[in-house]
């Protein structure tokens, strides 16, 4: 069975940094498209960054230049690595995974920015 376990999330004030992980447990992890969203409450799941199998990147206007999405195929393992956070940086972080045209979330961690 697939899993996308997410960890890393928690409370941090405005400018700090925080790295999320994500454990996958999906069918040819090295060949899979991964990526990150958000959901702040109330509003829609949106794209924050993805990774392609050849590690190509790609990421949201409001995150460039702030976070870092990488991932360590031995260990089947997807990091983002956010910086300079802001207070609208707060939201539920899902990891998600395309793996051989099937679709896969994490049950999401809880990224808080506030002073």
């Known amino acids: 069975q697939v899993q996308l376990v997410e960890s890393g999330g928690g409370l941090v004030q405005p400018g700090g940094s925080l790295r999320l992980s994500c454990a996958a447990s999906v069918i040819s992890f090295s060949s899979s498209l991964m990526g990150w969203y958000r959901q702040a409450p109330g509003k829609q799941r949106d794209l924050v960054t993805l990774i392609t199998s050849t590690g190509n990147t790609n990421y949201a206007d409001s995150v460039k230049g702030r976070f870092i999405i990488s991932k360590d195929n031995a260990k089947n393992t997807v990091y983002l690595q956010m910086n300079s956070l802001k207070p609208e940086d707060t939201a539920v972080y899902y990891c998600?995974?395309?793996?051989?045209?099937?679709?896969?979330w994490g049950q999401g961690t809880q990224v808080t920015v506030s002073s």
């Open positions: 998600h995974a395309n793996s051989l045209g099937s679709r896969y």
